[in-house]
């Protein structure tokens, strides 16, 4: 059964991404988990959850947390502050995350993507654990734990159940992606775990309004392809399941990427049971408008800014635009329009330039002199002059081999054209001006 011809689907993602600040989110740290040669140099009393540390926030994460909000649209809590989740786990020194329950920074934002809006309920900073590894010493089966990790800022951005397809959730995450890095704020690492996604996952039949009372949680995906096709397996399970008249299981399933399929983990715990209150070591924050204002500011113009922008002064499609403004180094943007004011003042046809440029069909090195771009993309359709007189006889020897076409073309068959237009081009070699045979082949057949 098809699961699209009964139900709708409802998902909700948490996206989950390291910051790349210098230090860590409570302690001065090195910030630098992927780097470090050796685990558990990056250690404080703080990070390591010892008694008497004492944490204090960084400034920065705060800011770039507040940033992110603002570049999608979000509202921000002037009036906000820090909670401890508690729950245990080798990888969590003090027994519990500082984290934002009620007042994250930032809430109610959108990000667009090509099939539809998603809300974003709410952006929040945490600090990332430590780091578990299953391994063996001299035979023996050990874990191991590494704290470089622990204490590294951790923005959580929370949607709406808007997302409808395993498609819409991968082009949703790629876009956040492109915003963090936009931003500069994130590498977003996937392999290495510095950007990690969770799907919420239910359905209804078509046309109901209210939400399931039922969702399944896929934990820890960590590629965009996997998060897709879990999803999808996902629905199938949960329709097959609805379709024998039961509820689907409440819990958390993990994604077995060898046998393309998700698997049950756990049961899953409710907020009371984290036992949230506001973290009395970490003073609760009174933003300034001012204040956010200046944060505001330090935003660069955003890629749907330049694309709206670019789309009206170089006369150009929306989404040839998007395609050239989708860079994740916002450095590039002045770069690439320099190089679009170029190809404007010399009348030359951005589109194909663009078309070039994304296909990598010229070679040309970020940053690289946009006059020298400009020369690029000239040789690479630069036309070779034709003599009149090859012109004259190519012209003559086409079409006495072509009679019929010609023939068809005279009595009004006018697409014959293109085919014998194509034998002109071939007989000549294609680095000919196209404009000039189309021409002079059409004034001889209408002769
Ligand atoms: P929890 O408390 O279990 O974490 P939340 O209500 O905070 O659940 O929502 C977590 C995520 O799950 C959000 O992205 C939200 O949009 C999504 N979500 C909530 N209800 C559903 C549902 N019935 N089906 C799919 N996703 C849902
Ligand atoms: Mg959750
Ligand atoms: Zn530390």
Redo the contacts with the bound molecule.
């Keep these: 059964m098809k699961w699209q011809e009964t139900y709708e689907a ?5 996206v989950h991404a390291e910051l790349k600040t210098t230090s860590k989110m409570f302690c001065g740290c090195n910030n630098d988990p992927f780097g470090a040669d050796k685990p558990n140099i990056y250690t404080c009393p703080v990070c390591l959850g010892m008694p008497g540390g004492i944490p204090v926030a960084n400034k920065r994460a705060i800011e770039w947390t507040i940033k992110l909000g603002y570049a999608t649209g979000c509202s921000i809590n002037e009036f906000s502050k820090f909670d401890r989740k508690h729950y245990f786990y080798p990888d969590l020194a003090k027994g519990y995350q500082i984290s934002q329950y009620d007042l994250p920074f930032c809430y109610n934002g959108i990000i667009e993507t090509p099939m539809g809006k998603v809300r974003l ?1 709410r952006i929040h900073l945490e600090e990332d654990t430590g780091k578990l590894m299953h391994t063996s010493i001299e035979g023996k089966k050990v874990s191991l734990i590494d704290f470089n990790r622990g204490g590294v800022p951790l923005v959580e951005v ?5 997302i409808k397809s395993g498609t819409q959730a991968k082009e949703y995450g790629k876009k956040l992606r492109h915003i963090l890095r936009f931003l500069d704020i994130a590498d977003c690492d996937m392999e290495q775990g510095g950007m990690r996604l ?5 359905l ?1 039949k078509k046309g109901e309004t209210e ?7 896929i934990k820890n995906i960590n590629s965009f392809r996997f998060m897709e096709a879990a999803i999808d397996y996902e629905l199938t399970r949960q329709a097959e399941i609805l379709e024998t008249g039961k509820t689907p299981v409440q819990e958390t399933r993990g994604w077995n990427s060898q046998k393309n399929e998700t698997f049950s983990q756990r049961i ?1 715990e ?2 009371e049971d984290y036992r949230y209150f506001p973290d009395p070591d970490l003073p609760p924050f009174h933003f300034s408008k001012e204040y956010l204002a200046e944060i505001k500011k330090t935003l660069p113009e955003l890629t749907n800014e330049v694309t709206t922008r670019w789309t009206k002064e170089f006369s150009i499609q929306p989404n040839k635009a998007e395609e050239l403004a989708m860079v994740d180094d916002a450095k590039l943007i002045s770069w690439l329009e320099k190089i679009l004011n170029l190809l404007k003042e010399n009348k030359l046809n951005i589109t194909s330039f663009i078309n070039d440029y994304i296909n990598k069909k010229i070679e040309v090195k970020d940053f690289e002199e946009p006059s020298s771009v400009i020369e690029k993309f000239r040789a690479a359709h630069k036309t070779e002059e034709v003599g009149d007189e090859l012109l004259a006889t190519t012209i003559k020897q086409v079409l006495a081999e072509n009679q019929d076409a010609v023939q068809k073309y005279q009595t009004g068959q006018k697409q014959v054209f293109g085919f014998l237009m194509g034998q002109m081009l071939r007989s000549l070699g294609k680095k000919v001006d196209p404009q000039l045979i189309r021409q002079t082949l059409q004034a001889a057949l209408e002769s």
Excluded: C, H, M
């Design positions: 409802v998902i909700g993602l948490e309920r929370v949607t709406e159940p808007d969770e799907a919420n996952i239910s209804r939400l399931p009372n039922y969702k399944v949680e899953k409710e907020a």
